[in-house]
């Protein structure tokens, strides 16, 4: 019998157990966790995120700020920007949503962002210390599917994992996190990308596979094996006429067909989508804490 695990569910489960820290902090007359974003441009998905982000800060208590930017904003204005957000001690953490218009360099941003107040886990000092297993902000996507894996109790000890997709943001970090010496974790880990041969095969012998590639029913039933786990990462939307939004969202997993060959899988949406943003929550906690950097 294939189970589905339920993003919807846990995110719900872990938002309680944080709404009931914020009473806590509320209750010791402490600040409430605060999160800004930095939103530049026009992208209907960005515009949606960070709207989803704010909804959830309001969910569980947390103070939220979104500072909004036309497209033309200059690096160095928004340089200044967080330069200002880092400084300003009402703010426990902040990101700047991705993707940023093509004049600005998304190195020298992410860069720019204070370690301590980089709730995205994007900037290379929390990468490195996610890297030498050092306390950090795990990235949010990562992050969301670690937790699904440990709260539905999957074991990967052992296990070979395969990830399709080597992105910043998901592939690489969850293939590194898959492997550490921790558990969840000390699986064989391969990971697959545009350039690899073969991929079918590879993906045959997967015990738990991790779709992160961004292309529409990518994986089909051929290519995974029976009792496999599968964790669909993508979120590509679909044009949807009869839906009020215009569009639907679809994995990179076609998964009516792949399902019944799982001993676990992920739905999209409500799988790996909601703890994204739960994630994002538990690491301003962690901020407003000073639980990684004391
Ligand atoms: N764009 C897509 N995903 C993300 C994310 O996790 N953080 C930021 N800052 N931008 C994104």
Partial sequence: MTKIIDGKLISG?????????????MNKDLKVPHLAAVLVGDDPASHTYVGNKEKACQEVGFM????????????AALL???????????????????PL?????????????????DVDGFHPINIGRMVQNMPCYLP????????????????TEGKHCVVLGRSQIVGTPV?????????????????????????????????????????????????VKDGAVVIDVGTNRIEAPEKKSGYR?????????????CSFITPVPGGVGPMTIVSLLMNTLKAAKNEIYG
């Fill in 13 to 25: 489960l872990i938002r309680d157990e944080i709404a009931v820290e914020v009473r806590k902090m």
């Fill in 80 to 98: 200044e920007i967080i330069d200002f957000l880092n400084n300003d001690p009402e703010i426990d953490g902040f990101i700047v949503q991705l």
């Fill in 175 to 223: 293939s590194l996190l898959m492997s550490r010496k921790h558990k969840p974790g000390n699986a064989t880990v391969t990971i697959c990308h545009s350039k690899t041969p073969n991929i079918k095969d590879i993906c045959l012998t997967a015990d738990i596979l991790i779709v992160a590639m961004g292309q529409a029913g990518f994986v089909t039933a051929d290519m």
């Fill in 249 to 261: 969202l679809v994995g990179d997993v076609l998964y009516e067909e792949v399902a019944p060959k």
């Fill in 64 to 75: 939220s700020s979104i500072y909004k930017y036309p497209v033309n904003l200059s690096e």
């Fill in 140 to 155: 949010a996507t990562p992050f969301g599917i670690m937790q699904l894996i440990d709260r539905y109790e999957i074991e």
């Fill in 101 to 117: 218009p093509g004049h600005i360099s998304v190195e020298k941003v992410l860069e720019r962002i204070d370690p301590r107040k």
